[in-house]
């Protein structure tokens, strides 16, 4: 009589184990749902990152949406003026959980050069921000490397140490200007 196959024998190699979280946040992190929120200059910028030369969709997030229900990353790009904030602030609070943000620009960061009366100094004091974007306008390539920062956000692998650089071994993550003065 012959012995019963087991697992191993019958599928081989094609056997992947792993935690349901770490595969739920992989398929998150490769498949990023952005919904822009563009009132200037920064939202031409990210037109041209959907464009064929910097190609958003190599990065998962090619399905823009413009239902606050069906995205997760939402990209505010320009300048947010005070009668904008409780748009935004609904806009936000009708995502569904998990989201994130990323602010694009001077304008959403910071208010920009725009310090007057109307324009709200960064978006950060109505809902809360996941990764700033510096320029005026920023660079495509700003925006592309502001999605990955999300994506390390989702999977866990973000080492959140402020604004220090960190350079890390398969061992820690210490700040780099501590790893190049040894």
């Not at 990023?32 to 200037?40: D, E, R, S």
């Not at 993550?173 to 040894?182: E, F, G, I």
């Amino acid at each position: 009589m012959k012995n019963p196959a087991t697992a191993v024998d019958v599928l081989g190699e094609s056997i992947i184990t792993t935690r349901v979280d770490a595969m739920v946040n992989w398929a998150r992190e490769s498949s990023l749902w952005p919904m822009i929120f563009g009132t200037a200059c920064c939202a031409i910028e990210f037109m041209g990152v959907t464009a064929s030369k910097y190609d958003l969709a190599r990065f998962g997030a090619e399905a823009i949406r413009f239902s606050p229900r069906q995205a997760d990353l939402m990209i505010v790009a320009g300048t947010i003026t005070y009668k904008q904030g409780p748009v935004l602030k609904q806009i936000y609070d009708q995502m569904s959980e998990p989201k994130w943000v990323i602010a694009m620009g001077a304008c959403a960061s910071s208010g920009g050069f725009y310090d007057n009366y109307t324009t709200m100094q960064g978006i950060d004091t109505i809902i809360p921000v996941d990764v700033y974007v510096a320029g005026c306008p920023p660079r495509p390539e700003a925006l592309l490397d502001a999605i990955i920062q999300i994506q390390g956000i989702i999977s866990g692998n973000h080492h959140d140490k402020g604004l220090q650089t960190m350079c890390c071994n398969e061992n820690a993550c210490t700040p780099c200007d501590l790893v190049k003065a040894r």
